[in-house]
């Protein structure tokens, strides 16, 4: 059963950092593309970051934020700096696992980062 649980989150003023952790079990995580999406109140939910072979990242994070992984604790995680209040909303971790010639996605719980101005 493919699991992956977020912490991290929480409430914190503009220029500050936090780091989301994404705990995955249930597949292969070395094998698999990890991300990071993120959904603010009444707009669309948007890929933040995602971590493969390689990583990529949103413009509006670009230089900011940095995903990164440890395939030895099946974990993914996302800095965040010199956060902006338009960063507020809530942050999903994902998993797009390869089995056979099919890919399933899969989605977190959720953790919702406030960044107040």
């Known amino acids: 059963q493919v699991q992956l649980v977020e912490s991290g989150g929480g409430l914190v003023q503009a220029g500050g950092s936090l780091r989301l952790s994404c705990a995955a079990s249930g597949f292969s995580f070395a094998l698999s593309v990890m991300g990071w999406y993120r959904q603010a109140p009444g707009k669309q939910r948007e890929l933040v970051a995602a971590s493969s072979g390689s990583t990529n990242y949103a413009d509006s994070v670009k230089g900011r934020f940095t995903i990164s992984r440890d395939n030895a604790k099946n974990t993914v995680y996302l800095q965040m700096n010199s956060l902006k209040p338009e960063d507020t909303a809530v942050y999903y971790c994902?998993?797009?696992?390869?089995?056979?010639?099919?890919?399933?996605?899969?989605w977190g719980q959720g953790t919702q980062v406030t960044v107040s101005s």
């Open positions: 994902t998993a797009q696992v390869t089995r056979g010639l099919t890919k399933y996605n899969y």
